[in-house]
T-cell receptor, first 112, second 112 residues
Framework: DVKVTQSSRYLVKRTGEKVFLECVQD?????MFWYRQDPGLGLRLIYF???????EKGDIPEGYSVSREKKERFSLILESASTNQTSMYLC???????????FGSGTRLTVV | GEDVEQSLFLSVREGDSSVINCTYT??????LYWYKQEPGAGLQLLTY?????DMKQDQRLTVLLNKKDKHLSLRIADTQTGDSAIYFC????????????FGSGTRLQVQP
């Protein structure tokens, strides 16, 4: 069963901490995405990557960075966590950039 | 996603039909998608429609596309309590950003 695995289901971090959210896919997909989900705002794209070591900014990249050193892994980094980054974070991967996304179960991050 | 709009909430009785609506602004949209998110889970692809189609039917699901008005709808026939979830509309484009743009999501509540 193919899947996208996000390393943590729930995470609580302190303001100012550096936070790593990890995402691994086993489908040999080229494209990987990080979205943030907030009530009433839907999913907003933070960053995406269409190849190893490649990254592109989405709609809300401020306060975030990403790393893609291997094809199967895409990491989202919060350089200095703030309370307004409390949210559900969803990772997805796909063979084509605009088709056939497979989503992980999400990481609910709380910054206190 | 500011380019894709949905109403936030819909309540129906079990056995009735549900219609979830979505409007999008980009006329270059090629594929339009409906995703379902059950509580505590990631998003699952329900169905999609190519922009040169008007309608697509898949068992209890009917997707209607009005390109002139940039309006997409999802009809669920004989709605069941298991259909209670958040439904997201998403669009993809041939040009520009190579990632899906999602709407805010519609929470469907099915009353027994």
């Amino acid at each position: 069963d193919v899947k996208v695995t996000q390393s943590s289901r729930y995470l609580v971090k302190r303001t100012g901490e550096k936070v790593f959210l990890e995402c691994v896919q086993d489908m040999d997909h080229e494209n990987m995405f990080w979205y943030r989900q907030d009530p009433g705002l839907g999913l907003r794209l933070i960053y995406f990557s269409y190849d190893v070591k490649m990254k592109e900014k989405g709609d809300i990249p401020e306060g975030y960075s990403v790393s893609r050193e291997k094809k199967e892994r895409f990491s989202l980094i919060l350089e200095s966590a703030s309370t307004n980054q409390t949210s559900m974070y969803l990772c997805a991967s796909s063979k084509q950039p605009n088709y056939g996304y497979t989503f992980g179960s999400g990481t609910r991050l709380t910054v206190v | 996603g500011e380019d894709v709009e949905q109403s936030l909430f819909l309540s129906v009785r079990e056995g009735d039909s549900s219609v979830i609506n979505c409007t999008y602004t980009d006329s270059s949209s090629t594929y339009l998608y409906w995703y379902k998110q059950e509580p505590g889970a990631g998003l699952q692809l329900l169905t999609y429609i190519f922009s040169n189609m008007d309608m697509k039917q898949d068992q209890r699901l009917t997707v209607l596309l009005n390109k002139k008005d940039k309006h997409l709808s999802l009809r669920i026939a004989d709605t069941q309590t298991g259909d209670s979830a958040i439904y997201f509309c998403a669009e993809s484009r041939d040009t520009g950003r190579r990632a899906l743009t999602f709407g805010s999501g519609t929470r469907l509540q099915v009353q027994p």
